[in-house]
């Protein structure tokens, strides 16, 4: 039994592979056929795309045919024209040969007449030298004179009156300059000063405080003077109680100090009640009011600027101006003037407008702290422009109004024309009787001090001198060059506001006398 199973089970497995085989075999049949029809496929599908680039690669190589013969007509076209302009160009050019042959032939003639012409004129010149020697000669016969002596009289005829109109040329450009500059200039001042209002203040050093009476005197003063002596040690300011009735004195150069007296001596007159602890509490709290009124008067006039970027001891220095007076003009209101004209002008002239109005609002910053320093205002104020980084421009503006430095920039130029015009405006400032009449009195011993001077006067409260030369000694060339030398000495060794005009007048009187008339000639005013 196990060998039929042997035997059965290997006939199965014989049957199992040849069924296996004949499986396989016609799979690969099958194949094949497919593989032969995917083939003649593919042969088809190449001969229809090979048929079909050949077509259309004729048509591209009929349609390139035809584009290249229309270009090369396009091209010939062109050929042509370019050959038909230099046809004309050519006939053109030989005209123009033509041309140019018959005028140099007519030049050629023109030269010959030139030559002739020139002949004559040379035979003509030799006869007009012949005739001008022989002149000479009878000249020379009549008037005893040789050729060279008459040349120098000549000269010298023709020197003087050459002088004379450069002169008068001289005095008529600068005439007209002086206009055309007068103009300008006050057509920018008008534009600088519009819409501009002035306080006007009186100078001093001293402070009034009034009292509800006359009791309130024995109470500053004090049991054995101590109220006053504690105010004036808290204070720094000198307190004076005299006769005046219902009125306290307060003295001192520190105007921000004495402001602060004031206001601590109303306070102490407001509580009614004076004492050494009220004293001190009173002079605090004075303290903090003004310094809050420098703070606010400086952020006041920088906003009205538009100036950003101050560094905060320019901006405690410039509030502080707001106390500060110089022959009764207040020097806030000074500095904002001087701002507002340089941006003006700036503005006009095409500079700068907030550097020019930067450089006037501190060209005074000096006088806020001169009086608790040694030094001119300008030097402390250019240390202290320094010493907070202001520019360039500031720190000479400085220098520069007060002429202790060379301007550097255009802007210096204008701040120095602004202070002076804020300075000398009617109104602006005050001075007293004795001041003026030493100025006056200086301004006619420099005028006087001059060779050939013979009355000098002041006038227009010393805006202008009128000085009155000696005819025989000045010339009136001369008298020119005496005004600007009297000016110059003028500027250098006098401090004034604003301008004086130097006016030197020269009058010569000739008289003739006949039998029935008086002549009175050459009457000169120069000025």
């Known amino acids: ?12 497995l014989i049957a199992g592979l040849i069924l296996g085989y004949a499986y396989y075999h016609l799979k690969l049949i099958k194949k094949e056929t497919s593989a032969r029809q995917i083939l003649e496929n593919a042969e088809r599908d190449a001969e229809k795309i090979k048929k079909e680039t050949l077509y259309n690669l004729k048509v591209e190589m009929q349609q390139r ?34 041309q140019i042959k018959i005028r140099d032939s007519r030049l050629l003639s023109k030269e010959k007449k030139i030559n002739e012409l020139e002949e004559l004129l ?11 020697e022989e002149q000479n000669k009878s000249l020379e016969r009549v008037s005893k004179l040789k050729v060279e002596e008459a040349k120098q009289l000549l000269l010298k005829n023709l020197e003087n009156r050459v002088k004379l109109e450069a002169v008068q040329m001289t005095n008529e450009i600068r005439e007209e300059a002086k206009e055309k500059a007068q103009k300008e200039a006050k057509e920018i001042m008008a534009c600088a000063i519009e819409n501009l209002a002035y306080d006007f203040t009186m100078e001093s050093t001293l402070s009034t405080v009034e009292l509800p009476n006359e009791r309130f005197k024995g109470m500053i003063i004090g049991r054995e003077g101590k109220n006053i002596r504690a105010f004036e040690e808290a204070t720094g300011v000198k307190v004076i109680v005299d006769d005046t009735p219902e009125l306290v004195v307060l003295s001192g150069f520190d105007p921000v100090a ?24 009173s002079v605090q709290r004075a303290t903090k009011e003004v310094d809050r009124s420098i703070q606010k008067a400086a952020e006041d006039t920088l906003r009205e600027m538009n100036l950003n970027n101050i560094h905060s001891l320019m901006r ?46 501190f060209h005074d910053i000096g006088k806020a702290i001169s009086n608790n320093s040694e030094g001119s205002h300008v030097s402390l104020g250019v ?38 015009i804020s300075g000398s405006r009617p109104g602006a400032r005050r001075d007293t009787l004795e001041a003026y009449t030493k100025r006056i009195t200086k301004l006619e011993e420099i005028a006087n001090s001059f060779e050939g001077v013979l009355k000098t006067y002041a006038i227009s409260a010393g805006r202008e001198i009128r000085v009155i030369v000696e005819p025989d000694k000045i010339p009136d060339a001369q008298a020119q060059v005496l005004s600007s030398d009297i000016a110059r000495k003028i500027k250098e ?7 004086i005009k130097v006016c030197v007048i020269r009058q010569t009187i000739a008289s003739k006398y006949t039998d029935d008339y008086e002549e009175t000639l050459n009457l000169d005013e120069n000025q």
């Open 258 to 281: 004495r402001e602060v007296a004031r206001l601590s001596m109303e306070y102490l007159i407001k509580n009614k009640n004076i004492n050494v602890n009220t004293i001190q509490q």
């Open 316 to 361: 405690e220095n410039l509030g502080r101006l707001k106390y500060r007076y110089s022959y009764g003009q207040n020097m806030l209101n000074h500095a904002r003037e001087v701002a507002y004209l340089s941006g003006k002008m700036a503005a006009e002239l095409g500079f700068n407008v907030k550097l020019a109005r930067r450089a006037g609002l």
């Open 65 to 98: 045919r035809s584009k290249f013969y229309n270009e090369l007509k396009e091209k010939e076209e062109k050929i042509n024209r370019i050959e038909a302009r230099l046809l004309n160009k050519e006939n053109e050019l030989r005209k123009e040969q033509n």
């Open 493 to 499: 060794s006098m401090e004034f506001p604003g301008q």
């Open 1 to 12: 039994m196990e060998i039929i199973t042997i035997i059965l089970s290997v006939v199965f």
């Open 383 to 420: 240390e202290l422009a320094t010493k907070c980084r202001e520019p360039e421009i500031v720190i000479n503006s400085i220098l520069a109004h007060h002429e202790e430095a060379e301007p550097i920039h255009p802007i210096s130029v204008l701040v120095t024309a602004a202070d002076r």
């Open 122 to 132: 040379y035979e003509k010149h030799k006869k007009v030298d012949i005739l001008v």
